[in-house]
């Protein structure tokens, strides 16, 4: 069975930072993308930022130059470094990985609990 297990939200001031971090545990094949997405009361879910195996990366446009995604294969743990924190950032984050269980498994989108952020004005 596969776990992402988040850690790191809280509450903070704005202009403030924050570190989110998630491992991934449980037996699997390999994992593709790992990102972080998030969803404010009332709104959709949105993609925060992503990072391939490769360690490309893709941030949401009210991020940018304010968000950091890494990662790091051999612990299977991603985190996302965020500074400059506005009012507008909070929301619960949630870390997706996209995983495929072994070689003949198709891959599939595997998320964590949830963490909560809030910024203060």
């Known amino acids: 069975q596969v776990q992402l297990a988040e850690s790191g939200g809280g509450l903070v001031q704005a202009g403030g930072s924050l570190r989110l971090s998630c491992a991934v545990s449980?037996?699997?094949?390999?994992?593709?993308?790992m990102g972080w997405y998030r969803q404010a009361p009332g709104k959709q879910r949105e993609l925060v930022a992503v990072?391939?195996?490769?360690?490309?990366?893709d941030y949401a446009d009210s991020v940018k130059g304010r968000f950091t995604i890494s990662r790091d294969n051999a612990k299977n743990t991603v985190w996302l470094q965020m500074n400059s924190l506005k009012p507008e950032d909070t929301a619960v984050y949630y870390c997706?990985?996209?995983?495929?269980?072994?070689?003949?498994?198709?891959?599939?989108?595997?998320w964590g609990q949830g963490t909560q952020v809030t910024v203060s004005s």
């Open positions: 990072t391939t195996s490769r360690r490309s990366t």
């Open positions: 449980g037996r699997f094949g390999n994992i593709d993308a």
């Open positions: 997706n990985a996209v995983i495929r269980l072994s070689i003949w498994n198709d891959a599939k989108d595997y």
